[in-house]
Antibody, heavy 114, light 110 residues
Framework: QLLESGGGLVQPGGSLRLSCEAS????????MSWVRQIPGKGLEWVSV????????YYADFATGRFSISRDNSKNTLYLQMNTLRAEDMAIYYC?????????WGQGTLVTVSS | QSALTQPASVSGSPGQSITISCTGT?????????VSWYQQHPGKAPKLMIY???DRPSGVSDRFSGSKSGNTASLTISGLQTEDEGDYFC??????????FGGGTKLTVL
């Protein structure tokens, strides 16, 4: 099971840190990803981190503004989002793996508005 | 990285078969056997239906099948059921070590 938290209302230019707590599986064995979705629209991959944190990759829109990290001792994945824009407003899901996403959380809504 | 191209909508009657296409380029769909398909019902998280072009996760009905030819992947649902109605998204690994999704297809079961 994956449980996201940390979403909410933030002003343009602000920051937010999302968390994703994993349970019921060997978290440290899996690469983990963030995927976002504007309500009513399509899915958009954000970032991935390898199982031991040695590799990270980002979508172009996230490069330089977002940072993915994980704490395997706490079975938790993070996404630090800085310099948020109106177009970052979306539901953010965490998911297991990278080339395909077999487990998803329920999502956390990020609203960017003044 | 441009989104993969899917039809906006498809429809079918119960018992029929439908196919949803997903067109990319040689840098994504055509270059890797890492195409996956997701089903999403309103207000719910996506659910993995197909991975690795044609593999089904445990628990997914064998009515769902995937294939690929060149730069186009396809999801076929046979024996349509009302519970199959929803949105379907394809995705592919890319040459840039990223993942790209399709725009999504709304399936209506008439």
């Amino acid at each position: 099971q994956l449980l996201e938290s940390g979403g909410g209302l933030v002003q343009p230019g602000g920051s937010l840190r999302l968390s994703c707590e994993a349970s019921g599986f060997a978290f440290s064995d899996y690469a983990m990803s963030w995927v976002r979705q504007i309500p009513g629209k399509g899915l958009e991959w954000v970032s991935v981190i390898s199982d031991n944190s040695d590799k990270t990759y980002y979508a172009d829109f996230a490069t330089g503004r977002f940072s993915i990290s994980r704490d395997n001792s706490k079975n938790t994945l993070y996404l630090q989002m800085n310099t948020l824009r109106a177009e970052d407003m979306a539901i953010y899901y965490c998911a297991t793996n990278f080339r395909y996403f077999d487990q998803w959380g329920q999502g956390t809504l990020v609203t960017v508005s003044s | 990285q441009s989104a993969l191209t899917q039809p906006a909508s498809v429809s079918g009657s119960p018992g029929q078969s439908i196919t949803i296409s997903c067109t990319g380029t040689s840098s994504d769909v055509g270059g890797y056997n890492h195409v996956s398909w997701y089903q999403q019902h309103p207000g719910k998280a996506p659910k993995l239906m197909i991975y690795g072009v044609s593999d089904r996760p445990s628990g997914v009905s064998d009515r769902f099948s995937g294939s690929k030819s060149g730069n186009t992947a396809s999801l076929t649902i046979s024996g349509l059921q009302t519970e199959d109605e929803g949105d379907y998204f394809c995705s592919s690994f890319t040459s840039g070590s990223t993942v790209v999704f399709g725009g999504g297809t709304k399936l209506t079961v008439l």
